[in-house]
C-alpha cells in the first residue's frame, strides 16, 4: 500500500523558518520524482518544488525561490522541504507527491502518489 505521510507543518511568525518531512512507502522511493506542492484556502493547488530520483537536480517556482530547499534520502524513503523566511503568502497545506519518472515534472495532474497534507500558517 502506498503511503506519503507529511510532518512538520505549524504556526510560525513572518520571517521564521519550518522543516517539513514526508515519509514514503509501499513503492520504489528511489526510482520517483518527488514534489512538493501547497494549496491556499479558495486557491488551487500548485506546485513548490521538485527533485529528481538521485537528487541530483532541483526546481524552484519562482515565489520560494532563495527560500525553501528540497531533498531527499533515498536510504530512508524521505523528501524534506526547508522553509526559511517565511511569509504570510506561504500559508497552505503542503503536500507531498510522487511520480515514476527520470525528470523534475511540474504538472500537478502528472503526479500519481499523494500525502494527506500539513498545514503551514504564517502570522504577520
Known amino acids: 500500500q502506498v503511503q506519503l505521510v507529511e510532518s512538520g507543518g505549524g504556526l510560525v511568525q513572518t520571517g521564521g523558518s519550518l522543516r517539513l518531512s514526508c515519509a514514503a512507502s509501499?513503492?520504489?522511493?528511489?526510482?520517483?520524482?518527488m514534489g512538493w506542492f501547497r494549496q491556499a484556502p479558495g486557491k488551487e493547488r500548485e506546485l513548490v518544488a521538485t527533485i529528481v530520483r538521485s537528487g541530483g537536480s532541483t526546481y524552484y517556482t519562482d515565489p520560494v525561490k532563495g527560500r525553501f530547499t528540497i531533498s531527499r534520502d533515498n536510504a530512508k524513503n524521505t523528501v524534506s522541504l526547508q522553509m526559511n523566511s517565511l511569509k504570510p503568502e506561504d500559508t497552505g497545506v503542503y503536500y507531498c507527491?510522487?511520480?515514476?519518472?527520470?525528470?523534475?515534472?511540474?504538472?500537478?495532474?502528472?503526479?500519481?502518489?499523494w500525502g494527506q497534507g500539513t498545514q503551514v500558517t504564517v502570522s504577520s
Open positions: 509501499g513503492f520504489t522511493f528511489r526510482s520517483y520524482a
Open positions: 507527491a510522487a511520480k515514476y519518472t527520470v525528470y523534475n515534472t511540474v504538472a500537478v495532474s502528472d503526479y500519481g502518489y
